[in-house]
């Protein structure tokens, strides 16, 4: 009997007992804390044991713990929860459950979704996410902040109130996967999104072009060259290539994410020159400029003026060429000469190379030559070369003409007076032998002439011989007479010692100081 007793006060009860009750709370939310209590009646003096279920599961089993919480709610603590606890009566023990009570943890806000806008982006455009989400209206108060997630790194500056992030440019590798989160401070709740894959589209490149920049143009020789390699259209990392047309070799290589490229090549040279192209590729099949024709052009250098004569001293008269070349300068090139700084004249060599120009020499063209080059680049003057005339040719032909009649005028001077004195003597003479001379020799033939009146006979004698001797010699040969006795007078004396002599030479030292 005691026995059973004993298993009536101790045994479990398994209806629900109405001097114990749990409490909890009436709303609860995400994040929320649930607070279990279970009490007893007054008059149950002590509760010896307590134990908390949900839907039919022990939580916690706990001696002297009348409360059990739960701090941070979830979704998924909603369910039915009950307590069951061992009480002391008097001197009895009763073991009885509370009655179940029904608590559904309501969700503060969904899941967030991720959008990206545009849905099929293409490089170099721009995108934006965004994470999609809305608190319950019951907490509206709540602040909630987002975070953006590729391939598991943060993007942008991490945790942010803006549901939103602008991406200014997305490129092909910035194609993967992509999600948010969205959470709240108080309570701390946080929800992820699903995952999205992006693909960023490449565009292809398209309308290549190729562009010379150039301080002067035409490119001067020494300067700096630019090209620049552009394309209208094309997306991604762009490797654009430069060549040249007669040898096919790049020149240089650049790859950056642009729509255009620039070679730059310092201090060109004559040798640059020629035709160009460039080609951008950016994954899918390369595309090449039209050909572009660079001409380079070198300013003139100091040019060298050389004077050609006939002989090695110039002469008046003499032709002298005058030859102006620069060795370098790109044509046309204008060539100037100068005689002591003023202008004899200018010649143009279209294809390069020198020029000449001839000179007739006269005495004013003594004095300092030289010549100028100019390519429209920047004239050149040359050396001063010296050049020193004398007189020759028909001004030499004046000179010894002069010499010539000086020389023929002194001696005809002399002649003059040996011809006078010869006379002189002749008549004093020729009277003598009249004188001594028979009467009937001289009367005989009155009208016969003597020679006593050979002067009238001397001015009617043409002369015989005339001789001149070269300029440069000391003798002179001059003009003179011949004359013959009668045939018939005997006695008259005979002029010539030699009487085969018809001629009679004079010989006249020169007189004149020569020039």
């Not at 509760?47 to 706990?62: A, M, P, V």
């Not at 072009?209 to 700096?224: N, Q, Y």
């Not at 004559?270 to 052009?297: F, M, T, W």
């Amino acid at each position: 009997m005691l026995l059973w007793s004993l298993l009536v006060i101790f045994a479990p009860v398994s209806e629900e007992a109405d001097w114990l009750t749990l409490q909890a709370p009436s709303v609860v939310f995400e994040g929320d804390s649930i607070d279990l209590m279970c009490q007893k009646e007054e008059n149950w003096r002590k509760i010896q044991t307590i134990s908390y279920y949900k839907d039919g599961k022990e939580l916690q089993l706990s001696n002297n713990v009348s409360s059990f919480s739960i701090p941070r709610a979830a979704l998924s603590d909603s369910g039915s929860y009950h307590c069951f606890a061992t009480a002391k009566k008097f001197f009895f023990l009763k073991s009885e459950a509370s009655r179940s009570i029904r608590i559904e943890v309501q969700e503060l806000f969904p899941h967030p979704v991720l959008t990206v806008s545009p849905s099929w982006p293409t490089e170099g455009s721009p995108v934006t996410l965004t994470c999609e989400t809305q608190l319950s209206p019951q907490r509206s108060n709540a602040q909630l902040r987002f975070c953006f997630f590729r391939d598991g790194r943060a993007l942008g500056s991490g945790w942010s109130s803006s549901p939103e992030l602008r991406v200014p440019a997305m490129w092909a590798e910035d194609s993967g996967s992509y999600w948010c989160q969205a959470e709240t401070v108080i309570p701390r709740v946080r929800k992820q999104s699903l995952q999205s894959q992006i693909h960023v589209q490449r565009v292809p490149v398209s309308n290549v072009s190729l562009e010379m920049w150039a301080p002067r143009d035409p490119v001067i020789e020494g300067g700096d060259l630019i090209l620049l390699c552009s394309v209208a259209e094309g997306t991604g990392n762009i490797t654009f290539s430069w060549h040249r047309e007669d040898t096919g070799t790049s020149v240089g290589r650049k790859t950056q994410r642009s729509l255009s490229a620039e070679l730059e090549v310092p201090a060109v040279q004559e040798g640059d020159a020629g035709r160009y192209y460039c080609i951008a590729d950016n994954g899918h099949d390369p595309i090449q400029s039209k050909l572009l024709s660079i001409r380079v052009r070198s300013p003139v250098s100091y040019p060298v003026l050389t004077l050609r004569a006939p002989r090695a001293w110039a002469v008046v008269g003499d032709m002298v060429e005058l030859r102006c070349e620069a060795q370098r300068g790109s044509p046309p090139i204008l060539y100037q000469f100068y005689h002591e700084n003023v202008t004899l004249g200018n010649s143009s060599a279209p294809s390069g190379g020198g020029v000449s120009f001839n000179l007739s020499l006269t005495p004013e063209h003594s004095g300092n030559y030289s010549c100028e080059a100019d390519n429209g680049l920047g004239a050149q003057r040359s050396e001063a070369v010296p050049l020193r005339v004398t007189g020759t040719g028909g001004y030499r032909r004046d000179h010894v003409t002069a010499r010539f009649l000086g020389v023929l005028c002194g001696g005809l001077g002399f002649i003059t007076t040996a011809l006078l004195f010869y006379y002189w003597s002749h008549k004093i003479s020729g009277g003598r032998s009249v004188t001594h001379a028979p009467r009937d020799a001289s009367s005989t033939n009155p009208q016969e002439p003597t020679h006593s009146n050979s002067l009238s006979d001397m001015e009617e004698m043409e002369p015989e011989y005339v001789n001149v001797g070269p300029v440069d010699v000391d003798v002179v040969y001059s003009q003179v007479w011949s004359t013959q006795p009668p045939e018939d007078s005997a006695n008259t004396r005979t002029i010539l010692k030699n009487k085969d002599s018809h001629v009679i030479y004079s010989d006249v030292k020169e007189n004149t100081r020569r020039n």
